[in-house]
């Protein structure tokens, strides 16, 4: 049988719903062509959205229950406020107890338009990286045993953005970018607490025509088709990567749950004599 591919994918509702979310307040076309606030403001909705997105998945997931997960369903979208050393720090979705503190942590980070003069998606990728570190060393000082998660988001346009084929496209960029940055070798070393525990990328497709000058660029998937890959694991140096290597939102967040609860991993019962 032959492999499957992305073209054989079907958009994902919840994340229809989440780009739904986004566009409410003006389209990303829109921002695209219009001041820099509103890309801004349409990246923090989509945020806001896939927040809600992940939290769901995860509040299904066997490993977090008994934990409360933020957002809640149907509730504010507003990130959770943590405070260290005289800094405060928003973190998109908690997996927390009253009695064990914060359990997981994901700092969610979009990288959602193209530079209007290079075309490249990762035109930000350097202060992204140090607004992530900074929410990552202050969240671990206020608790250093907590998991926590970086995850970018980007349009699947990302894979073959750059002008020439010797460099990597922004997604394997923000790839070998965040590996570098992920890892602990021991929670408790204070050098190790701007890193992550675990990092991923979501690629998704926006189903809308970027037109920026004479350049003109539209996904040739559906809208709303959308794919998780693991920064430990190699990407491409350009073009999408095989379908076999990334993952669904549940799969994701089943590869966190292993990796930050592994007393809590699932056991298949055997059959008894």
């Known amino acids: 049988m032959p492999e499957e591919t992305w073209n054989d994918l079907a958009p994902d509702p919840a994340m229809l719903d989440a780009l739904g979310a ?10 695209l062509d219009g001041p820099a606030p509103a890309k801004g403001q349409w990246s923090s909705r989509l945020a806001d959205a896939a927040a809600a997105m992940v939290a769901s998945e995860v509040r299904r997931h066997a490993a977090f229950r008994g934990f409360q997960v933020r957002p809640v369903d149907g ?30 942590g994901f700092s969610l980070k979009g990288m959602n338009f193209r530079d209007r003069t290079s075309l490249n998606f990762d035109h930000n990728l350097t202060g992204r990286t140090y607004e992530l570190q900074d929410e990552l060393s202050v969240i671990h000082k206020y608790q250093p045993a907590a998991f926590l998660v970086a995850l970018y988001f980007m349009p699947v ?91 669904s939102l549940a799969d994701l967040v089943e590869r966190i749950a292993s990796r930050a609860r592994p007393s809590e991993a699932l056991i298949s019962w055997a059959e008894p004599e």
């Open 22 to 31: 986004a566009d409410a307040g003006g389209t990303r076309i829109a921002a």
């Open 157 to 247: 346009g990302a894979v073959n953005d750059k002008k020439t084929d010797q460099a990597p496209s922004s997604f394997a960029r923000v790839v070998q970018h965040l590996r570098a940055r992920t890892g602990r070798l021991d929670p408790m070393l204070p050098s190790q607490m701007d890193r992550a525990d675990f990092a991923a990328v979501g690629l998704y497709s926006p189903g809308d025509t970027e037109q920026i000058g004479a350049f003109e660029y539209r996904d040739d998937l559906p809208r709303g088709v959308v794919r998780y890959f693991d920064v430990l694991d190699d990407p491409p140096r350009r073009g999408r990567p095989r379908l076999s290597t990334t993952l």
């Open 75 to 104: 509730g504010p979208a507003e990130p959770l406020t943590f405070s260290a050393a005289g800094q405060e720090k928003k973190v998109d979705v908690v997996v927390s107890s009253l009695v064990a503190g914060l359990q997981v």
